[in-house]
């Protein structure tokens, strides 16, 4: 067996790839699904996962106008966490993290989850007292969180500015044990091999252009594949999803914005955990290959470019300068944005819409990647069910119209000062 398997690489690594298998299909769309998904990315393959395996559906469309995993699942800072101070979002990212810890088992498809911890550090004391209300909120609901002292934040991450002079010094940190990374690409992939297994076509270069309503219920999507009829219809697609949601004339409570992100050249490993500067809007965790992955606040304006500035840039190399300032001579080697679909309370909506068989995972703001899992799941359960689960119930669109937001301020990278 090992010998197999020994020339079976040595193989592959001469034919450039040429006799892989493919890891699912490419097939041509079907004139009717019982569900379409609109988007391919780690939510709707996620959701087409979880409709098969939850609930029996296995007669879905993924519909991806580029290549799996192309928009927000390949353009984010890969950050797992669940360290949310309402109750609301508590629940349902914790349950989104317990997914987590199973999913590579679950998928059978390494996702390469890191629970190497996210620390956010202290650097005054009304900051102190709100990330300690944080943390006693997350044990309330049985999730991990532990507040380190400025000298157990010295030996854990040591790299930081400690010194005298430091411009912001650290008095402690929160930290959440369990949190981390994962492989953006590898969710993406495992996801679509595990729902093309249960039945499930996913179908790349498949734009919707229209989406077709009969008698106040959504009935098909107009793509550039044709058209395709559908017994219901969800949509996730990130950033765009005002725009697809605008394709059936609805009007949602999101704007689009940029949020950056780049890459260092790589280093040697010194940095073990996903770390956030409490006292700036930074962040920052240090891949396999030894790059430094970092990020900072949004861009202050409407667009859906997916490219970076140098003002950005400037930003986030201040910030991390600041706070590690061994790091100044690195070169920073890659730098794109990806497009984030804000809400107005910083809650995402998942959930049915006025249109019958019309459904929405969206308004995810700074990090749909982190509920990947958790938000497939309760999305397969709404489309399945045509109602929400009890984690997501609060995610509705009515909220906005009744006044009842979710107004959790740190949904963002981790702005403890927000």
């Given at each position: 067996?090992?010998r197999?398997s020994?020339?079976s690489?040595?193989?592959n690594?001469?034919?450039h790839?040429?006799h892989?298998?493919e890891a699912?299909?490419?097939?041509?769309?079907k004139?009717?699904y019982?569900?379409v998904?609109?988007?391919?990315?780690?939510h709707?393959?996620a959701a087409?996962?979880y409709?098969?395996?939850?609930h029996?559906?296995?007669?879905?469309?993924?519909?991806?106008?580029?290549?799996?995993?192309?928009?927000?699942?390949?353009?984010n800072?890969t950050?797992v966490?669940?360290?949310?101070i309402?109750?609301?979002?508590?629940?349902f990212?914790?349950?989104?993290l317990k997914l987590?810890?199973?999913?590579?088992?679950?998928?059978n498809?390494?996702?390469m989850l890191?629970?190497?911890?996210?620390?956010?550090t202290a650097?005054?004391?009304?900051?102190t007292?709100?990330?300690?209300?944080?943390g006693?909120?997350m044990?309330v609901?049985?999730?991990?969180a532990?507040?380190?002292?400025?000298?157990?934040v010295?030996?854990?991450v040591?790299?930081?500015?400690?010194?005298?002079?430091?411009?912001?010094?650290i008095t402690?940190a929160?930290?959440?044990?369990?949190?981390?990374?994962?492989r953006?690409?590898?969710?993406?992939?495992?996801?679509?091999?595990?729902?093309?297994?249960?039945?499930a076509?996913?179908?790349?270069?498949c734009?919707?252009?229209?989406?077709?309503?009969?008698?106040?219920?959504?009935?098909?999507?107009?793509?550039t594949?044709?058209?395709?009829a559908?017994?219901?219809?969800?949509?996730a697609v990130?950033?765009?999803?005002?725009?697809?949601a605008g394709l059936a004339?609805?009007?949602l409570?999101?704007?689009?914005?940029l949020?950056?992100?780049?890459?260092?050249?790589?280093?040697?490993?010194?940095?073990?955990?996903?770390?956030?500067?409490?006292a700036?809007?930074?962040?920052?965790?240090?891949?396999?290959?030894?790059?430094?992955?970092?990020?900072?606040?949004l861009?202050?304006?409407n667009?859906?470019?997916?490219?970076?500035?140098?003002p950005?840039i400037?930003?986030v190399?201040a910030?991390?300068?600041?706070v590690?300032?061994?790091i100044?001579?690195?070169?920073?080697?890659?730098?794109?944005?990806g497009?984030m679909?804000?809400?107005?309370?910083?809650?995402?909506?998942?959930?049915?819409t006025?249109?019958?068989?019309l459904?929405?995972?969206?308004g995810?703001?700074?990090?749909?990647?982190?509920a990947?899992?958790?938000?497939?799941?309760?999305?397969?359960?709404?489309?399945?069910?045509?109602?929400?689960?009890?984690?997501?119930?609060p995610?509705?669109l009515?909220r906005?119209?009744r006044?009842?937001?979710?107004?959790?301020?740190g949904?963002g990278?981790?702005?403890?000062?927000?």
């Amino acid at each position: 067996m090992q010998r197999y398997s020994i020339f079976s690489l040595l193989r592959n690594a001469v034919s450039h790839h040429e006799h892989w298998p493919e890891a699912w299909r490419s097939p041509d769309p079907k004139p009717r699904y019982d569900v379409v998904i609109i988007g391919g990315g780690g939510h709707g393959l996620a959701a087409a996962y979880y409709l098969a395996k939850e609930h029996g559906i296995t007669n879905v469309a993924v519909l991806e106008k580029g290549w799996l995993g192309g928009g927000n699942t390949g353009r984010n800072t890969t950050n797992v966490r669940s360290n949310y101070i309402l109750e609301k979002n508590q629940r349902f990212y914790e349950f989104s993290l317990k997914l987590w810890e199973g999913l590579s088992q679950d998928l059978n498809f390494n996702v390469m989850l890191s629970q190497r911890g996210v620390l956010i550090t202290a650097h005054f004391d009304p900051q102190t007292q709100a990330l300690l209300r944080r943390g006693n909120g997350m044990r309330v609901i049985g999730s991990d969180a532990v507040f380190l002292t400025r000298e157990e934040v010295r030996r854990k991450v040591p790299v930081l500015d400690f010194s005298p002079t430091a411009r912001f010094p650290i008095t402690g940190a929160f930290l959440q044990p369990r949190a981390g990374v994962a492989r953006h690409d590898a969710v993406a992939w495992g996801f679509a091999r595990a729902a093309d297994a249960r039945g499930a076509d996913i179908i790349q270069n498949c734009e919707v252009t229209g989406i077709r309503i009969e008698r106040g219920r959504a009935v098909g999507v107009e793509t550039t594949r044709g058209y395709i009829a559908a017994g219901k219809i969800g949509i996730a697609v990130a950033g765009h999803t005002s725009h697809v949601a605008g394709l059936a004339g609805l009007r949602l409570p999101i704007e689009s914005h940029l949020l950056q992100a780049m890459v260092t050249e790589p280093i040697k490993p010194f940095l073990h955990v996903s770390l956030s500067f409490g006292a700036g809007h930074f962040y920052t965790s240090q891949t396999d290959k030894g790059e430094l992955v970092m990020g900072g606040d949004l861009d202050g304006y409407n667009s859906y470019a997916q490219r970076g500035n140098l003002p950005m840039i400037e930003h986030v190399a201040a910030a991390a300068v600041t706070v590690m300032p061994s790091i100044s001579r690195l070169r920073i080697m890659r730098h794109w944005a990806g497009i984030m679909d804000m809400t107005m309370d910083g809650t995402p909506i998942i959930a049915k819409t006025p249109i019958d068989g019309l459904y929405i995972d969206g308004g995810w703001c700074y990090g749909g990647f982190k509920a990947t899992p958790g938000s497939g799941w309760v999305f397969a359960y709404t489309i399945a069910q045509d109602r929400p689960h009890a984690l997501n119930e609060p995610f509705g669109l009515e909220r906005f119209a009744r006044g009842y937001t979710i107004d959790e301020r740190g949904v963002g990278p981790y702005p403890a000062l927000h």
